[in-house]
């Protein structure tokens, strides 16, 4: 029996429902109360009811673990807490619809109302996409292969962070986490560019804190709808109490597409990717035939990905196979390359370790065709990549507790995922947030070394 058919108790949310998630509030809240404010996973983003709790879920399946997903931003909701006057801002598919509205809304008399208006595809874009940062953003000349794919934007060096808004708002997961913004994070260290021209987003590590343990969430300024991105990372954040993820994420959740690329919790050793979505998007009973990666298995239909019908299950894809693709087995090869082609064939993601990254990569000419089998494939068939996602920008988090990862159920099972012990049993404490407020020292492998991350566009896949 696979460890994603284990059954395990469902877990118990508790939060009251609000109307619209809040885009960017003018203040945080204290982290104390971050537990209250944000719809359980049962509740759709427009405060109603998506159907009752089931008795059981999987564990496996991040829904019941996740709740919110993180945050959602509804580019047609007005942030409820910024008082009286509006802005009505209208981007297209070229222009940053996460950082206008995350800087219309920095006066304090001020709110925004975003409309993120592109129906085009990325491919609508010049390949010599002007660079908006500094050299390392620019786009590269057309590869002398027979690659498809041309490089439109790189993340990386000392220029990284040039290309992020920071968020600092209360995490929308509950988490005992309190995000840190850019000033705070760099005076703080938390953010860095090591010797080797990598970016650090590291945890404090103060041995005891209040309320919440600082950390970094950080969301891409480029907005796109199909493409490919590609990362490399050397390190990523684990252990207990640890809830990283590296995703992607358009408006109007769930309508606008959520994809989780790199996510998983606690001494996880296994990815997990993951789809959600609006109604209608499902897959193929074959779906396993065609991926490394298992279907996950829940309470509701595993191949609806629809957050509505499944209670925010989604459709989830475990990783089993490859060994050092998660946690501290993937820190102990130095990491490796994440890659995440959204396209007309559909959304297909794929690792590879440090000593088995293609040339075609390295030298940015990639050809996804020639890469073998994904570690997890989400065809077209039944789900219109350009309907269901559009109007994406990336993000980089690293949360502590929250919904999944300090879940009672979660926090005292094992057995799954490639952890073999329970986190209370590893740690001595009883509860995620206790451990995390208490033991900073615990927190200095919670830490991502990103070396880069790249776009590139296709007139003729997307």
Same mark, same amino acid.
């Given at each position: 029996?696979?460890?994603?058919?284990?059954?395990?108790?469902?877990?118990?949310?508790?939060?009251?429902?609000?109307?619209?998630?809040?885009?960017?509030?003018?203040?945080?809240?204290?982290?104390?109360?971050?537990?209250? /404010?944000?719809?359980?996973?049962?509740?759709?983003?427009?405060?109603?009811?998506?159907?009752?709790?089931?008795?059981?879920?999987?564990?496996?399946?991040?829904?019941?673990?996740?709740?919110?997903?993180?945050?959602?931003?509804?580019?047609?909701?007005?942030?409820?807490?910024?008082?009286?006057?509006?802005?009505?801002?209208?981007?297209?598919?070229?222009?940053?619809?996460?950082?206008?509205?995350?800087?219309?809304?920095?006066?304090?008399? #001020?709110?925004?109302?975003?409309?993120?208006?592109s129906t085009t595809e990325?491919?609508?874009?010049?390949?010599?996409?002007?660079?908006?940062?500094?050299?390392?953003?620019?786009?590269?000349?057309?590869?002398?292969?027979?690659?498809?794919?041309?490089?439109?934007?790189?993340?990386?060096?000392?220029?990284?962070?040039?290309?992020?808004?920071?968020?600092?708002?209360?995490?929308?997961?509950?988490?005992?986490?309190?995000?840190?913004?850019?000033?705070?994070?760099?005076?703080? /260290?938390?953010?860095?560019?090591?010797?080797?021209?990598?970016?650090?987003?590291?945890?404090?590590?103060?041995?005891?804190?209040?309320?919440?343990?600082?950390?970094?969430?950080?969301?891409?300024?480029?907005?796109?709808?199909?493409?490919?991105?590609?990362? #490399?990372?050397?390190?990523?954040?684990?252990?207990?109490?640890?809830?990283?993820?590296?995703?992607?994420?358009?408006?109007?959740?769930?309508?606008?597409?959520?994809?989780?690329?790199?996510?998983?919790?606690?001494?996880?050793?296994?990815?997990?990717?993951?789809?959600?979505?609006?109604?209608?998007?499902?897959?193929?009973?074959?779906?396993?035939?065609?991926?490394?990666? #298992?279907?996950?298995?829940?309470?509701?239909?595993?191949?609806?990905?629809?957050?509505?019908?499944?209670?925010?299950?989604?459709?989830?894809?475990?990783?089993?196979?490859?060994?050092?693709?998660?946690?501290?087995?993937?820190?102990?090869?130095?990491?490796?390359?994440?890659?995440?082609?959204?396209?007309?064939? /559909?959304?297909?993601?794929?690792?590879?370790?440090?000593?088995?990254?293609?040339?075609?990569?390295?030298?940015?000419?990639?050809?996804?065709?020639?890469?073998?089998?994904?570690?997890?494939?989400?065809?077209?068939?039944?789900?219109?990549?350009?309907?269901?996602?559009?109007?994406?920008?990336?993000?980089?988090?690293?949360?502590?507790?929250? #919904?999944?990862?300090?879940?009672?159920?979660?926090?005292?099972?094992?057995?799954?995922?490639?952890?073999?012990?329970?986190?209370?049993?590893?740690?001595?404490?009883?509860?995620?947030?206790?451990y995390v407020l208490n033991?900073?020292?615990?927190?200095?492998?919670a830490y991502w070394e990103?070396?880069?991350?790249?776009?590139?566009?296709?007139?003729?896949?997307?």
């Open positions: 029996m696979h460890l994603t058919k284990v059954i395990l108790p469902a877990l118990t949310l508790s939060a009251a429902a609000v109307s619209a998630v809040h885009l960017n509030p003018l203040s945080k809240r204290s982290p104390a109360k971050a537990q209250h /404010g944000v719809e359980p996973a049962h509740v759709k983003r427009d405060g109603h009811a998506a159907g009752a709790h089931k008795a059981k879920a999987k564990r496996l399946v991040k829904k019941k673990k996740r709740a919110t997903c993180q945050v959602k931003f509804n580019a047609t909701s007005v942030a409820t807490e910024i008082p009286t006057a509006s802005v009505t801002t209208s981007l297209d598919n070229q222009q940053n619809w996460a950082n206008a509205t995350s800087t219309a809304t920095g006066a304090a008399t #001020d709110s925004v109302t975003a409309t993120a208006s990325w491919a609508s874009e010049s390949v010599s996409a002007t660079a908006t940062s500094s050299e390392s953003t620019s786009a590269s000349a057309a590869p002398s292969s027979s690659s498809t794919w041309q490089k439109v934007e790189e993340w990386s060096g000392n220029s990284f962070f040039d290309n992020v808004n920071f968020w600092e708002w209360n995490d929308p997961t509950h988490g005992t986490v309190d995000y840190l913004n850019a000033g705070d994070a760099w005076n703080s /260290g938390l953010i860095s560019i090591n010797s080797a021209g990598r970016a650090v987003m590291a945890v404090d590590t103060t041995e005891v804190v209040s309320g919440g343990r600082k950390s970094i969430r950080i969301h891409g300024n480029r907005v796109f709808t199909g493409g490919l991105v590609i990362m #490399d990372a050397w390190h990523m954040p684990t252990g207990c109490g640890s809830w990283p993820a590296w995703w992607q994420n358009g408006p109007n959740w769930p309508e606008g597409g959520e994809i989780d690329i790199l996510e998983g919790v606690n001494d996880f050793s296994q990815n997990q990717v993951s789809l959600h979505t609006g109604q209608g998007c499902t897959m193929p009973s074959n779906l396993n035939d065609n991926q490394l990666g #298992d279907l996950t298995t829940g309470s509701y239909d595993s191949y609806d990905c629809s957050s509505v019908n499944t209670s925010n299950q989604g459709c989830g894809v475990r990783d089993e196979v490859n060994a050092n693709a998660y946690g501290a087995p993937f820190n102990s090869i130095n990491g490796g390359v994440y890659a995440l082609r959204w396209s007309k064939a /559909g959304i297909t993601a794929w690792f590879f370790p440090r000593t088995s990254i293609p040339s075609d990569i390295t030298n940015d000419a990639p050809e996804p065709s020639g890469w073998g089998t994904p570690v997890a494939h989400f065809p077209s068939d039944n789900c219109d990549p350009y309907k269901f996602f559009y109007d994406h920008f990336n993000i980089f988090d690293t949360t502590l507790c929250g #919904d999944w990862a300090g879940a009672d159920g979660v926090w005292n099972y094992a057995g799954y995922a490639g952890q073999d012990q329970s986190c209370a049993a590893i740690t001595g404490y009883s509860t995620c947030s206790e033991k900073g020292s615990a927190f200095a492998d990103v070396s880069y991350v790249k776009y590139f566009n296709s007139t003729t896949e997307v």
